[in-house]
């Protein structure tokens, strides 16, 4: 049998991004020790490439803004298929969560008389992303993670990834992990686990996120029985790089809209004055005369029509495209060296409002945004969908599992905010972790069946096995003819027929993929590393090309060209996966509980 290393705690924590951090300190100060197990080194997930901001509804620079309107909004951007309790609570909670990272050393932007300033950002109707420069995900994780380290019952387990979750009876008690760098295997034990693994990107060929963001979280509870929920609603962020190469994907801050960016195809034309939703009329500027007063803080200006939500950004630009009006690779141009026209100091300003796209576009791409527009298109950004959750504890349907952040779904409906996740990570991190806590005292310490972890190890170290065997390949194929495939088959514009041609290329990818190689050994292998995040990959691709199946209508992030509008029939429920008997993906259809209705009112009052 495998030799492997054993640990105990209360409350396990994989990932260590904002919604880990939060949640492990949230277990440790209600009492709980928690393990703190991250795929990358402690710093470096995903979260610190968040930019634009949090949202919350502090009123500082509007003070017509209030948790109220908040809620509405993100209501409004989720097409109200939204867990209404989990968009009250984030409403209410995030100024506080805010306030706590300030308390806790954030330095953030700072208004003229000293207050947390607030921006602009696509959806929200007034200024309300906290922000620290362009550069708001990095103070984030800084904030958390020296806090972190002084508190005692919290240990960290860095470069390790988890690969399994263990039950006892009906809930998990623990997870089999493996060593980056050395390829030992650990076996931790606890009464209560909480992922907060991220997204899903690395399943697309082009993506802003990370190399982590392989779906681990999600497939480790789809694995173990839990619900997973609307994983159809993928959100393609409008503004990721297409030129150059050295920085194809990488995103381009919704800040940068926020700070007057604009728009324009290969004529120079703002096209998006072209398609206003009848929903957004009354809240955004016909012309550039008020969009741009709106940018520079006037209270009765109506905002730039480039701060429409993403799904819409996104399919404008798409259309653009289609129609041969688009940038000679296959974007469009986001603009804000045009506000030199305006402010006399303006190339100053862009560099104090947006430190790191202009460093980072100069540096990577010899590109001045001070001087030239950026060439963009929609990239791989954000799953709204994931694992199905309490909204007031983040419990999922297998007790002792919680999850938060972005492998959680419920908060942000069809369609996500910008800004609403850095706050999402905070509220529902520390939620997470105060029930994780609560529920783990309760239980008695079961022990995991003797035989699962073997049967893991056995199973994780067989790609080494197959070196000689006929019809072995690389992992690294796999994962890429996955990626191309899912992007053109299930990407931003969806149709039948291309789905299920998917699903059948999903089957293929699955036998290739019980058939991968992996040359070397096992300390700090890419290619074993890769082999391992195939299975993840493939559950959540499939749950991705079911769930757009299913749904046939177009609702914020997901777009059908053979079904371009909405039905109400499916305003009414969630669509939820689970896996089944023989191990096959189970579809079905929860309906959404009716709406509270003090909540209700604040809605229709909004309008």
Same mark, same amino acid.
């Given at each position: 049998m495998e030799s492997f290393k054993q640990f105990d705690h209360d409350v396990l924590v994989i990932g260590a991004g904002g919604a880990g951090l939060r949640a492990a300190?949230?277990?440790?100060?209600?009492?709980?020790?928690?393990?703190?197990?991250?795929?990358?080194?402690?710093?470096?997930?995903?979260?610190?490439?968040?930019?634009?901001g949090m949202a919350a509804a502090m009123g500082n620079v509007d003070d017509r803004d209030n948790w109220q309107v908040h809620f509405a909004d993100t209501m409004r951007g989720g097409q109200y298929l939204n867990n209404w309790r989990m968009a009250e609570l984030h409403a209410k909670e995030a100024p506080d969560r805010v306030r706590e990272l300030e308390a806790w050393g954030a330095v953030f932007d700072r208004t003229e008389d000293g207050r947390i300033l607030q921006r602009n950002f696509g959806g929200h109707r007034y200024p309300r992303l906290a922000h620290v420069g362009d550069r708001t995900g990095l103070e984030m994780i800084r904030t958390l993670q020296d806090h972190l380290v002084y508190i005692q019952n919290i240990q960290v387990y860095m470069e390790s990834t988890v690969i399994r979750l263990l039950k006892a009876g009906d809930r998990v008690n623990g997870v089999v992990a493996y060593d980056r760098e050395r390829g030992e295997f650990s076996v931790f034990t606890a009464n209560a686990v909480v992922l907060a693994t991220g997204g899903i990107g690395r399943a697309f060929s082009i993506t802003s996120n990370s190399w982590e963001y392989t779906g681990d979280g999600h497939s480790l509870a789809y694995n173990a029985g839990a619900a997973l929920q609307d994983m159809e609603f993928v959100q393609f962020h409008p503004t990721g790089m297409v030129w150059p190469p050295s920085v194809k994907g990488v995103l381009v801050t919704e800040g940068v809209r926020g700070e007057g960016g604009v728009l324009r195809n290969k004529d120079g034309r703002r096209f998006m004055f072209d398609d206003i939703p009848e929903n957004y009329r009354a809240q955004t500027a016909d012309n550039e005369e008020e969009g741009w007063r709106y940018v520079q803080g006037d209270k009765n200006a109506r905002r730039p029509p480039e701060l429409l939500t993403r799904d819409h950004v996104a399919r404008c630009i798409m259309r653009e495209v289609r129609e041969g009006r688009g940038s000679p690779h296959g974007g469009v141009f986001l603009d804000i060296s045009w506000i030199k026209t305006r402010l006399k100091d303006g190339e100053a300003h862009i560099k104090k409002k947006l430190p790191s796209m202009y460093h980072q576009f100069k540096q990577l791409a010899d590109i001045d945004i001070t001087k030239e527009p950026m060439e963009i298109g929609p990239t791989t950004h954000y799953v709204m969908g994931g694992i199905r959750v309490d909204g007031d504890t983040q419990m999922s349907t297998v007790p002792g599992l919680f999850a938060a952040g972005e492998c959680a779904a419920g908060l942000h409906g069809a369609n996500r905010l910008g800004g609403n996740s850095l706050s999402d990570l905070v509220v529902f991190g520390k939620r997470a972790g105060e029930a994780a806590a609560a529920y783990a005292t309760k239980q008695s310490r079961a022990s995991a069946p003797q035989d699962a972890p073997a049967q893991v190890m056995s199973e994780a170290l067989s790609p080494f096995a197959r070196g000689k065997e006929a019809g072995a390949e690389s992992s690294f194929q796999v994962q890429q003819d996955l990626q191309t495939m899912m992007q053109s088959l299930v990407g931003i514009v969806r149709r039948e027929d291309e789905m299920k041609k998917a699903l059948d290329g999903l089957e293929e990818l699955k036998r290739r993929a019980a058939k991968v190689a992996v040359p070397g050994g096992r300390e700090f292998n890419p290619g074993w590393h890769t082999a391992l995040d195939l299975g993840n990959l493939l559950a959540v691709s499939e749950a991705v090309t079911r769930s757009a199946l299913e749904r046939k209508e177009s609702r914020g992030g997901h777009f059908r060209d053979d079904y371009p509008e909405k039905d109400p %029939?499916? @305003?009414?429920? #969630? &669509?939820?996966?689970? *896996? =089944? !008997?023989?191990?096959?993906? %189970?579809? @079905?259809?929860? #309906? &959404?509980?009716?709406? *509270? =209705? !003090?909540?209700?009112?604040? %809605?229709?009052?909004?309008?």
């Open positions: 300190i949230g277990a440790a100060e209600a009492g709980a020790s928690v393990g703190l197990i991250c795929k990358s080194l402690l710093g470096k997930a995903h979260t610190v490439m968040a930019e634009g %029939v499916f @305003s009414k429920f #969630n &669509i939820l996966l689970r *896996r =089944g !008997d023989n191990g096959e993906m %189970v579809v @079905s259809r929860e #309906n &959404i509980p009716e709406m *509270r =209705g !003090d909540l209700k009112q604040i %809605v229709e009052e909004q309008k």
